[in-house]
Structures are given as structure tokens and as C-alpha cells.
């Protein structure tokens, strides 16, 4: 499969089920199928609130082709408004999205800023071509990414969000070794142990080998 057809197909997902690729698969499913179960959920009607109150001023809720819906943008960056960072690496690829989805369209030079309310901390992001790739890989998943390939790799590192059952038996059938990336907070490498993996890579290899040993 060429990268155009890949990047045209990965345009037709909107922001939130990319966001609820990162968050649970099943909520995507239900998602995509027209069940939206958190729409009285206490938290998201809070999120709402804080969301509409907080920067009074900014121009807000930007939609775009009903694909992605942007918090606000100014000078060139794209503003995502979030209470806390609970789910941190889903908020990232969701602009990460929105940023690739309009580069798509021709607008180039974006990049992103995540407003952390309940912390007042801000996360600054960026669509390096490494990112990119992962969006990309994230749509197709591990058997059309290693067709794509003109070899078999030895080693397969995909982000440890994207290791599931699946992955890991495609691996073990293909006698490949699976080492996933970069697994740094207590439940990820506890959930990762579960999957007999080759390896780890990790910012905190003490936590990592404390629970690998247990």
C-alpha cells in the first residue's frame, strides 16, 4: 500500500476516535457504531464546563469538514484544552491528528499546545516525521506494516499502546521479536508484562525490572 493511499485513508477518522484508539479500543468501537455511553458521565459534563468557561476570549470550537474540531488556534498553533493529563499519550495523538489531518489540506507549519487546566502546565506538540509514521502505523497495524516492508525485521518496537494480543501473536508466529516503546509508568509495564515480551525500552528501568522479576 503507497503512503498517499495510506494518509487519504487515515484522513476519513475523525479526532475523537483517533483520540479513543489511544484510550480503549472497545469505546472506539462503540463510538463508531453510534453508542456515545459518557455523555452523562459526571467528568465529561465537568470537562464541558471547564472547557466553555476557560479562555473567554479565544475564538472556539474550529470544525472542520465534521472530521476534526479544534479548541482554538492562534499564531500558528493549535490550542487543545484537557482538565488533567490522566490520559496524556491519547491527548497527544489526537492533535498530532489534527495537525496531519491539515497538512493534508495544504496548511503547513502547525503545531500544537496542550492546556493542562487542573495542573496549569502546558505540553507543546509537534508532527516530526517520526510521529507521523506512528499515525500511519497506528491505522494499518503490524501485518500490512511488515508487508510493506521488503524484508522480515528481527526486532519489532512498536509504541507500547499498539501491543495487544494480536500483535503479539503475529510476532511469535513470524519468530520476530517484539520490543516495545517507551513503557515508563507503573500500570503500562505492568500490563506489558502480561504479554511475555523480548524486551522493554523505558525511561525507569528499575520499575521495569522490579515488576518483570515479581
Given amino acids: 500500500m503507497s503512503e498517499d493511499l ?16 489511544f484510550i480503549c479500543k472497545k469505546k472506539l468501537w462503540w463510538f463508531h457504531n ?20 476557560s479562555y473567554a476570549r479565544k475564538k472556539k470550537e474550529i ?6 474540531v479544534l479548541d482554538w488556534q492562534e499564531d500558528g498553533v493549535i490550542h487543545e484544552v484537557k482538565l488533567s493529563d490522566k490520559m496524556e499519550s491519547a491527548h497527544e495523538f489526537q492533535l498530532l491528528y ?8 495544504g496548511v503547513e507549519n ?30 494499518d497495524g503490524i501485518e500490512k506494516n511488515i508487508e510493506n516492508l521488503d524484508f522480515q525485521p528481527d526486532v519489532y518496537s512498536p509504541n507500547y499502546l499498539l501491543v495487544d494480543e494480536v500483535t503479539v501473536k503475529y510476532c511469535r508466529e513470524k519468530k520476530i521479536k ?34 518483570f522479576r515479581k
Fill in 6 to 21: 495510506n494518509t487519504n485513508e487515515l484522513i476519513n477518522f475523525t479526532g475523537t476516535e483517533v483520540g479513543y484508539y
Fill in 34 to 53: 453510534g453508542v456515545q455511553m459518557e455523555r452523562e458521565n459526571e467528568r465529561v459534563q465537568i470537562g464541558k464546563i471547564v472547557h466553555e468557561t
Fill in 63 to 68: 470544525t472542520i469538514d465534521d472530521k476534526i
Fill in 98 to 105: 489534527y495537525i496531519f489531518y491539515l497538512k493534508q489540506k
Fill in 110 to 139: 502547525l503545531r500544537g499546545q496542550i492546556d493542562y487546566l487542573k495542573l496549569r502546565q502546558t505540553q507543546e506538540v509537534i508532527l516530526t516525521s517520526e510521529k507521523e509514521a506512528e499515525l500511519i502505523e497506528n491505522k
Fill in 178 to 211: 517484539i520490543i516495545p516503546w517507551t513503557a515508563n509508568e507503573i500500570p503500562d509495564l505492568e500490563r506489558m508484562k502480561k504479554f511475555n515480551l523480548d524486551g522493554i525500552i523505558t525511561d525507569y528501568p528499575n520499575r521495569a525490572i522490579k515488576i
